[in-house]
């Protein structure tokens, strides 16, 4: 592929019933400021409600009114029985397929908003992901090897560095490490890296490889899943940044000022947002510029 139009990409991302339905509103409305109206968005639903939750009605007619088409999808690791986990973070791997017919995926995390035009040029590699971050190095140190066994693939021999920000902290060396909050995925490879994805997830967790740390064990499986997947990737460290705002909380994100306005903006002229916002203390006090201690957010 050498050139990529917008009419070419889906841009998915979950919403689930609760905090990711509210965070899902404002990243659908600020896809549809940055993106235009031909940019397909779509919200992908996880199954079964009575795991997931409901929608609220006033959600999914203010998605549809910004144009997001809500497709459904079912998590297989979820275990009704058991605590959710990292099981929900793989929600990712099965709401890559909802959109059979685009020439390129973009899952997003719920908890971002755009706020710059979004380069597609940066998009032409198969497979494009941010790097992961230092915890995730650290939490996954010295199991590689085995993870790559169990998982039945062969380690590659490329290496990346992962810093902290603490700079007596070692950096810490590993293979291609990735944050999925970010995924850029070609169609021809989606099929069989999400069915890889799924399949290292549960070699991984079968094999308590992580211990207590399994917030990483989707994103080692993901990792694995393209070595197995044998697709090109590029991982991107600042491209994706430049557009893309990934805020964890909406504490931290009012404590950004150029960011916490734009969702104010939103909430004025996409028609039902604020009404969805507002009963939520954490996003009534962003819209309302309430002071926000920048080190507590954090």
């Known amino acids: 592929m050498t050139t990529i139009h917008i009419k070419d990409i889906a841009w998915i991302f979950v919403c689930q019933s609760g905090r990711l339905e509210r965070e899902a509103c404002v990243l659908a409305a600020s896809l549809r400021r940055k993106l235009g109206p031909e940019a397909k968005l779509i919200a992908a639903v996880p199954l079964p409600e009575s795991v997931m939750g409901t929608l609220a009605p006033d959600v999914i007619l203010f998605l549809e009114s910004q144009g997001v088409a809500l497709r459904s999808f079912t998590n297989p690791t979820v275990d009704q029985g058991r605590e959710l986990t990292s099981e929900l973070l793989m929600n990712k791997a099965f709401a890559l397929k909802v959109e059979p017919d685009a020439s390129v995926v973009v899952f997003l995390d ?59 902290d070692p950096v810490i060396v590993c293979p291609p490490f990735f944050n999925s909050v970010f995924i850029s995925l070609h169609r021809p490879w989606v099929h069989e890296f999400a069915m890889n994805y799924a399949d290292c997830y549960r070699r991984i967790v079968a094999h308590g490889l992580l211990g207590e740390n399994r917030y990483y064990e989707e994103q080692m499986a993901m990792a694995i899943a393209v070595v197995k997947t044998r697709v090109p990737f590029e991982i ?63």
């Open 236 to 298: 991107d460290i600042y491209r994706i940044d430049a557009a893309l705002f990934h805020y964890y909380s909406v504490p931290r994100l009012a404590s950004f000022n150029k960011f916490a306005q734009i969702v104010r903006e939103l909430a004025e002229t996409a028609p039902g947002l604020k009404n969805i916002l507002e009963p939520d203390t954490d996003w009534q006090s962003l819209l309302r510029g309430v002071a926000v201690n920048i080190r507590a957010a954090r």
């Open 110 to 168: 719920s908890d971002q908003i755009c706020h710059s035009h979004f380069d597609l040029n940066n998009l032409l590699v198969p497979l494009v992901a941010r790097r992961a971050f230092y915890l995730g190095a650290k939490a996954t140190q010295g199991v590689w090897e085995r993870a790559y066994e169990i998982c039945e693939a062969q380690m590659p021999a490329q290496r990346i560095s992962a810093r902290s920000r603490v700079s007596s």
